[in-house]
């Protein structure tokens, strides 16, 4: 990324310096959409991110511009509604939500850029809103907001301006992200820890399909409202029940008549995936890769049969990969298309990058490509 190219835009067209901040996009290595039903997560922060150079502007206005896109907005942050434009309403939602929590954000001016690949799954618009939320935190208020907070205003912005009732992973990982090093997140109690990610042997490479399907709808919050029918009808006979995390597996066969089968199976996938996060955090201490393995590939075929979040490209990017000896494989994120996660052996690493890239142009016609998995340090101010 061209960092000076988008320093030089903001002294042309605002006539100063501004200060400049990054945050991060991610990788979640098992423990997928677990973080609503207040089960594990597994990110780490990738080196891909959101670059912003930005400097206070002394009125309640903020001039931005959107450098990748070639977008210029301005938008009062006293105004409700906001811009339009999806790229500025994610910078506009933390303004917003920042003077919910008393601080005093004024106006900015803003150029900003990103080489996290939209539509891959690994959470582009956390990049963007941890990075807004980190530099108004050091702007505005001394940095005296906790990282978690500053997570969890990134959430909201999700939530109330763009609509989408995510859970809390990428916005986590984005701030804390730290270099070579994965989270272990308990969403449930916000307790976390660092693990060294240093694979010998092995490595993580994402392929990214390409193909983000966008169906009609909103098929990520259904998925959340699925998960939180069957934690309702469990907790009419179970005291102290808020989300999947307090249900036991005989816990839902007991409702199964209750809530139907589909409801059913999004919650089976949920139970089963909170356990394979503990079991790959033990495999992870142990160094044991092959269980690691074993695991993403079960947690795939939860994600495809029973929560049906992935599509065709993917699962065929996911066999491809079985068939090239892969550790393991799946869909990463949020689903409907974007990147699977590959845990791959050295030795095999060659063929991988060479013969995924042939098959799926030759099945689908489309060219996907192969990201080398880097992990990086969360947001920050870059001095
Ligand atoms: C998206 C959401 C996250 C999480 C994942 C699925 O990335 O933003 O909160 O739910 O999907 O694990």
Redesign the pocket.
């Known amino acids: 990324m061209d960092i000076q190219y988008i320093k030089t835009l903001f002294s042309e067209k605002f006539g100063c310096e501004g200060i400049h901040y990054a945050a991060p996009g991610r990788i979640?290595l098992i423990?997928?959409?677990?973080?609503?039903n207040g089960g594990f997560?597994f990110p780490g922060a990738v080196v891909q991110g959101i670059h912003a150079i930005i400097q206070p502007n002394g009125t309640h206005k903020v001039r931005a511009y959107a450098a990748d896109l070639n977008s210029y907005g301005e938008f009062s942050i006293e105004d409700e509604k906001g811009p339009s434009e999806m790229h500025f309403r994610y910078v506009f939602g933390v303004a917003r939500e920042m003077i919910a929590q008393g601080i005093a954000v004024e106006g900015f001016d803003t150029v900003f850029c990103g080489d996290v690949p939209l539509g891959a799954?690994m959470?582009s618009?956390?990049a963007l809103e941890s990075c807004f939320a980190f530099a108004l935190n050091d702007m505005f208020w001394e940095n005296r907001i906790d990282k978690m907070t500053l997570a969890k205003i990134g959430?909201a912005t999700?939530h109330k301006y763009v609509g989408?009732n995510?859970?809390?992973?990428?916005?986590f990982a984005s701030v804390h992200g730290r270099k070579n090093c994965l989270m272990r997140l308990d969403c449930q109690s916000g307790a976390f820890e660092y693990f060294p990610w240093e694979p010998k042997g092995y490595r993580l490479v994402l392929v990214n399909s390409c193909v983000k399907h966008e169906l009609v709808g909103s098929p990520?919050n259904d998925r959340?409202r699925s998960c939180e029918r069957v934690a309702a009808a469990i907790a009419k006979t179970k005291s102290g029940v808020e989300t999947l995390r307090d249900c036991s597996w005989s816990d839902l066969e007991r409702v199964r008549q209750e809530v139907g089968e589909e409801d059913y199976r999004r919650a089976r996938y949920v139970l089963g995936e909170v356990d394979r996060v503990l079991a790959v955090s033990d495999a992870l201490n142990r160094g044991d890769y092959e269980t690691v393995g074993q695991q993403m590939y079960a947690t795939h075929e939860g994600l495809s049969k029973d929560y049906e979040v992935s599509c065709e490209e993917i699962d065929f990017l996911v066999e491809t990969a079985k068939n090239l000896a892969v550790t393991g494989c799946r869909i990463m994120?949020?689903?409907f298309g974007g990147c699977t996660i590959n845990l791959v052996k050295d030795e095999h690493y060659a063929a991988f990058v060479q013969k995924i890239p042939s098959a799926y142009k030759a099945k689908f016609g489309i060219d996907c490509k192969i990201i080398d998995v880097e992990i990086g340090d969360g947001a920050r101010r870059i001095e």
């Open positions: 979640n423990g997928e959409h677990t973080d609503y997560v799954g959470s618009s956390a959430q999700e989408v995510c859970g809390i992973m990428d916005q990520y959340r994120g949020g689903g």
